[in-house]
C-alpha cells in the first residue's frame, strides 16, 4: 500500500538544464575538487601532503581520526552557499549538523582566507596548508568535530540534533540574514530535529530571516541504514509537505552542480518571495517555505571498494574510509589512487603558492564569505535595562515575586524591542510572567490571532527546540530568556 | 499555497453511520457520563459528592488539584476501547501520555472494579466512591498525576514526550497484545514524541503486537494555542501519511461515539490485517499502520463560559476551569449545574450500592480489563545467563573486553530469544558488541535486508526513543540492554 502516486506532485519540480554558465558550474567543481583533497588529506597525510614526490606509508598519520563521508556533501553544499551568496550579495552563514564532518569545513575556511583572518599560521600559501593538514586532529592543530574555535561556526555538533533549532534562534530579528542548515540524515532521526523542523511557524517573515534547511540524506549513520535513506522520494516529499515546505530533492548524481545551484536559486527565490509578501503588508497564511533534500552517496569521489565490501555509498565510509592504510597494501594504494585523483597540483599553483584564478572567483567578496560573518563571532551588546528601584513594592505590601519580574520582562522588551526574545515551554502565565503580554504578543504564525503580528514570545512544548532557538539566538549576539517548568503550585489560587 | 486539494484523499474515509447498536453506543455515552462526572468531582467536591442534598460551597475542597481539560477525551478512549476488547476479546492495555489526566483513568479503573482489585478500600460502592473523590490529591488519595500505584500504567505522564515510544517498547515481543496509546497535541511538539512517531519501522508484525496511536488534538496546551490544533484535516493527514500511516480523523461532534466506535474498529482490522500477511509468510513491505487523529473540544461536557471568557473549548479548561467555585457565586453555581448535567444519580443506583447494569455490561470481562492487564504490573522474570567462565579469557592472552561482553551478549541472545533486546543509536559496533549480529538480525523493516526477519537489535540515533521503547519493555517484564555512545577511541586500529 504505498502512497498515492499522485501525492509524488508535491515534489518541486525544476528544470535544471535551463540555467547558467557551464564555465561557473566547472569553477564550482574545480573548488569542490580542492576542499575535497584538503579534507580528505587532513585525514590521512602527516608528510607529503602536496603529493609533491610518491605517496609512501610513512607519509600516513599514525592515528587516523576523522569523519569522511559526510565531507563531500558539505564541500557541494558549501561552494554552492558562496555562488547564491555571490550572484545576490547574501548575509549568509551555513550551520552543519553533521560537525564531525570540520575536515570539509576547515577546507572552505582555509581555501577563503577566513582562517588566516583569525590564524594567520593557516594563511592560504604552501606552509599554511601544510600546517592544516598535518595539524588535523593533532595537539595544537584543530580538532576532528567542529568547534568553538573554528570561525564561522556557532553549532559544534556534539550532541546531535540541535543544528536546525539553532539556525531558527540565529535568523530571529536578522531579517536579511539566511541561514543555510545542514541537516544530516542520522541526526535528523532525532527527536530534537524531529520537532525542529515546525520552527518556520514561528517566525515571522517581516521580522526575521529564513533558513534554508537541506536535508543531508546520504543513506547512512554509523553503521547502519538511516530512515531517511530507506524513504523513496514520495514519502519523503509527503512528510515534510506535512511539516509545511515545500520540497525540492535534489539528486541528479549526473548533474549535481546545475541541480544544487538551481534548487539554491528556487530556495532563495521563494524566501523572498514570502518576505516580500509579508514586508509590503499583504503577508501569506501559513507560507510554505522552501527546503531541500539532497541525495548524494555517503563518502562521495571516495574509495569505492574495499577487500570486497563497498565503501562509497555506505556506512563504510562514514568514518575513516581505509583505516590501515598506513600498513595495508591494498588499502594504501587505494589511499594514493583516491588522493591523485583531484589532481591538486592542477588546483593549487605552487609558482604562485596560491589557489587556481578559476578557484578563487567562485569566492564571495571578502566582507561576504560565511566564515567571517560578524553574526557567529562578534560580542554582544548588553540589553538597556530599567532601573529595578521603579518597580519596586513599598514595605508592607504583598505583591509576588514572580508578577514582579513579569513586569521587569515587560520594560525590558519596551526598551530593546529587537534584541531580547522569551522562548518558553507555554510556562510563560504558569511562572506569572503575564504581564509582558502588555507590551508584546506570542508570535505563532499559524494562528490568526498571533500570526504576522511580530512578538517576543515564542512558547512551544519542545524544551528541545526552546533551547536549540535560545542558542542561535545568544550566540549570533542577543539575549533571550527561557522560563521553564514552574515550582508554584498550579492551581493556587494566589 | 495550501497543500493540493488532491491530497485530502490521503484521509481514511468510513461510514460512520454504517454500523453497531445504537444500544451499545448509549451504553458507552452512559459510562462516559460516569466517568466525567467522578472526574470532574475528583477535582472539587469534598463533600457531598453523590450530590445526594443540594451543592453547598463548603462542599467544595479548599484546594483544587487537577486537570479537567483532557478528561472527557480520555473517557471516550477508555470506553472505547473497553467495547473493542469486549468485542474481539483483544489483550489490551492504555498508555495515556496526558498523565495530568488522572482522574479520568482513576474514574475508569474505579468503575470497572481494578481499582479495588488492588485496593480493597475502593470497592464499587457508595463507601469507595466516597474515599475516591474525597482523597483525590490529598494526603493518602490518588496524586493527580497518574503514577505507579495507578493500576494498569507502565506510563506516568511525568516528562512529557514519552508515551507514544513507551507503548511501542510494550508490544515488542508481545504478539497478541494492542496498546492504544493517547499523545496529548502539546505533548505532541516535544521531540521525543515526534521522532517516536517512526516507531512502526522497527516493528516487525510477526514478532510483535501493535500499537493504536490516538492524537488527542484538543487544540491546546496550557495557555496557548497547539501545533497540530493549527493544522486543518489535510495539513495532519499528509504529515502523518509521511510518517507512514494510514490517517483516520475522528471528528465527528455530533455523533462522536458512532465515530471513535467505527475508528476504532477500522484500526483493529487493519492492525489484524497486516499480521495475518506477516503470519502467513506473506509479509507487506512497509505496511501502513493505522492511527487515529481525535478532534474534540477541550474540557468537552464541563462549563462552557465564565466571567463572559470561553472555557470548553479553550486553553482555560486545561487545570481547574472553576478556580474560585469555593468562594465566587458565579463559579459555584456553573459548578453545580455542570456537577448536576450528569445525573449521576440515574448512573449509580443507591439501593444496589452499584452501577447500573447498562454501565456495568460496556465492562469486558474481568480478566481483559485494562486495569489488571499483569503485563503492566507481574514481576519479570530473570534471563537465562550463561556461565561466564566459558567465555573466559587464559592469563596472559589478549583480548578486548567490550568484544568479550559482545560474545556474552550473543549467549544471552541465544538463551533467551524472545525476552532480551538491545536498543542502541547505533553505537553497537561502535561500543564492540558486534558478536550479537552472528546470531541475530537488526530489526529495521524499511530495509528490505533486515525487514521481516524479527531481530533483536533495534536501532535509532534517538536516544529518546530508545530510553522510551527500552521502558516500555522492561515495565511490561523483560530485560533490555542500551549501549550508548562508546567511550574508546573510534577509529583505534585495535
Chains 1, 2 share one sequence.
Not at 224 to 247: H, S
Not at 470 to 484: C, D, K, N, V
Amino acid at each position: 500500500m504505498p502512497i498515492p502516486e499522485k501525492v509524488s506532485d508535491l515534489l518541486v519540480k525544476l528544470d535544471i538544464a535551463e540555467i547558467r554558465s557551464k564555465e561557473d558550474l566547472h569553477h564550482l567543481e574545480l573548488l569542490q575538487r580542492a576542499t575535497n583533497y584538503l579534507a580528505a588529506s587532513m585525514i590521512f597525510l602527516q608528510k607529503n601532503v602536496l603529493l609533491e614526490r610518491p605517496l609512501s606509508k610513512d607519509d600516513v598519520k599514525e592515528r587516523l581520526l576523522g569523519h569522511w563521508g559526510t565531507c563531500p556533501g558539505i564541500n557541494l553544499i558549501y561552494a554552492h552557499c558562496n555562488y547564491l551568496i555571490k550572484k545576490h550579495s547574501i548575509p549568509m552563514f551555513l550551520v552543519t549538523g553533521p560537525g564531525h564532518g570540520a575536515p570539509a569545513s576547515l577546507a572552505n575556511l582555509f581555501v577563503e582566507g577566513s582562517l588566516a583572518k583569525f590564524y594567520p599560521q593557516y594563511s592560504v600559501n604552501k606552509e599554511g596548508l601544510n600546517r592544516l593538514i598535518r595539524g588535523f586532529s593533532w595537539p595544537h592543530g584543530f580538532p576532528s568535530h567542529v568547534n568553538s574555535e573554528v570561525p564561522g561556526q556557532i553549532h559544534e555538533g556534539g550532541e546531535l540534533g540541535y543544528a536546525l533549532s539553532v539556525s531558527f534562534g540565529a535568523i530571529m530579528d536578522n531579517p536579511d540574514l539566511i541561514v543555510t542548515c545542514i541537516v544530516g540524515d542520522g541526526e535528523a532521526e532525532t527527536g530534537p530535529t524531529a520537532t525542529a523542523w515546525h520552527s518556520y511557524k514561528y517566525i515571522d517573515p517581516a521580522e526575521s530571516g529564513a533558513v534554508i534547511p537541506i536535508l543531508h540524506d546520504n543513506g547512512f549513520k554509523i553503521s547502519e541504514e538511516t530512515i531517511y535513506g530507506a524513504m523513496n522520494d514520495t514519502e519523503i516529499a509527503t512528510l515534510f509537505t506535512g511539516f509545511g515546505y515545500q520540497v525540492r530533492i535534489t539528486s541528479d548524481l549526473n548533474d549535481i552542480n546545475a541541480d544544487m545551484a538551481t534548487s539554491l536559486e528556487w530556495a532563495y527565490q521563494e524566501i523572498r518571495r514570502i518576505q516580500n509578501c509579508a514586508r509590503s503588508g499583504n503577508p501569506i497564511f501559513k507560507p510554505k517555505w522552501p527546503m531541500i533534500v539532497l541525495r548524494t552517496p555517503k563518502g562521495w569521489t571516495g574509495p569505492k571498494e574495499l577487500h570486497g565490501q563497498r565503501i562509497e555509498g555506505s556506512f563504510r565510509s562514514h568514518q575513516v574510509p581505509l583505516p590501515h592504510a598506513r600498513v595495508d597494501d591494498e588499502e594504501f594504494h587505494l589511499l594514493e589512487t583516491w588522493l591523485k585523483s583531484y589532481k591538486f597540483h592542477e588546483l593549487f599553483d605552487l609558482s604562485e603558492n596560491s589557489f587556481r584564478m578559476e578557484i578563487l572567483e567562485t569566492l564571495p567578496k571578502e566582507e561576504l564569505r560565511m566564515g567571517i560573518r560578524k553574526e557567529t563571532y562578534a560580542a554582544y551588546e548588553p540589553l538597556d535595562l530599567p532601573d529595578c528601584r521603579e518597580l519596586m513594592i513599598q514595605k508592607g505590601d504583598n505583591e509576588s515575586c514572580m508578577k514582579a519580574v513579569g513586569k521587569y520582562c515587560s520594560k525590558v522588551i519596551e526598551m530593546n524591542p529587537k534584541r531580547f526574545r522569551i522562548f518558553s515551554p507555554d510556562e510563560l502565565v504558569s511562572n506569572k510572567l503575564d504581564a509582558t503580554f502588555q507590551v508584546t504578543n506570542r508570535n505563532f504564525q499559524w494562528s490568526p490571532q498571533t500570526s504576522n503580528k511580530g512578538g517576543r514570545i515564542t512558547e512551544i512544548l519542545s524544551e528541545h527546540t526552546c533551547q536549540g532557538w535560545m542558542q542561535g539566538y545568544t550566540l549570533t549576539g542577543r539575549i533571550a530568556l527561557f522560563p521553564s517548568y514552574k515550582h508554584s503550585w498550579e492551581s493556587s489560587p494566589q
